[in-house]
């Protein structure tokens, strides 16, 4: 009978790396997946005819013709995703810009002054957020109502400029690395608060601001409870109420429901593989000020 000598300390330490690398790998591929799959069943399926669906053939079927785009074509025009995205680029820039100058100055105000009261307003605010947007909806739409804004562009932009604590924070976090010397010298020169900031505080912002226009920007074009509850007529949608419009006249043929899907997905896609970079930077360097 032959006896094993027992694992030495050193190949142990070995095996555990190995071990947490491949859970590592697994867990990233298995994630992959999951977020890759249902994006690949819809392109496949944007390119199958009618007759290819209705067959029965499996989901990740491939389809006949690689180059039909026939159904891209009949999307664009009967969904009217020129006139949806139009509508979209009015609201993320009127938003947006919105978002950018209150997120801002409500960050240089909470960092630079001091008043009465100031960490239960921050805390108030806080709090605030943490309240379900779906329960106070009631109100809001009574409030949009009353000011002549249901029905129109005006309503969503107002409701996205409003406090955003994550914007906030981004700006916090930059607004608190800024020296306050660059502040005492300016107002030895003059410079009034509204001056400080502008000259000073807001240039240093950018790429705060960056990662704030990224973020907001795409979960605005995304959103697809505001446009529809406060702009459900058909000339006001977005691309998001534009595309779930499909679903009547087009309720049973998934070839043109993928297509606008697709239609709708690339210009998020392409904006955040060329600018994630700005996303990742802005939160690391945010959380090291």
């Given amino acids: 009978m032959t006896l094993t000598a027992p694992a030495r300390p050193q190949e142990r330490a070995r095996r555990r790396p190995r071990i947490g690398t491949t859970l590592t790998y697994v867990s990233l591929v298995v994630a992959s997946l999951v977020v890759l799959l249902p994006l690949v ?9 009618y007759g290819e669906i209705s067959d029965g053939q499996g989901a ?16 664009f025009n009967d969904g009217h995703l020129l006139k949806a995205f139009g509508n979209t680029a009015f ?5 947006i810009t919105g978002t950018v100058i209150i997120g801002s100055m409500t960050a240089y105000a909470i960092d630079r002054f001091e008043f009465r ?26 409030v949009v109502n009353s000011f002549g804004l249901f029905n129109t562009r005006w309503a969503p932009i107002l409701l996205y400029m409003g406090t955003d604590i994550v914007a906030i924070y981004i700006f916090l976090q930059f607004v608190r690395g800024i020296p306050r010397s660059l502040d ?16 000073i505080i807001f240039p240093l912002l950018k790429p705060a ?6 973020i907001k920007g795409i979960t605005t074009y995304n959103d697809f409870y505001i446009p ?55 939160f690391a360097r945010g959380a090291t000020k």
């Fill in 91 to 95: 609201i993320l820039l009127f938003s």
């Fill in 209 to 214: 601001i960056a990662t704030v226009v990224i």
């Fill in 41 to 49: 069943v819809v392109f496949l399926t944007s390119l199958k005819s």
């Fill in 60 to 75: 990740l079927a491939l389809p006949d013709d690689w180059l039909n785009f026939s159904n891209y074509a009949t999307a």
């Fill in 117 to 142: 009261l100031k960490k239960l307003v921050v805390a108030l605010f806080l709090m605030a957020t943490l309240v379900p947007a779906v329960t106070t909806q009631v109100a809001t739409f009574q």
């Fill in 184 to 199: 005492e010298a300016a107002r030895i020169d003059g410079a009034n608060s509204f001056t400080i900031y502008r000259k």
């Fill in 228 to 282: 529809f509850l406060y702009m459900p007529k058909e000339d006001l949608g977005t691309m998001s109420t534009a595309l779930f419009r499909f679903k009547g006249p087009f309720g049973a043929h998934w070839e043109y429901i993928s297509a606008g899907a697709v239609l709708v997905i690339v210009p998020t896609l392409v904006i955040f593989l060329f600018l994630q970079r700005y996303i990742y930077n802005g």
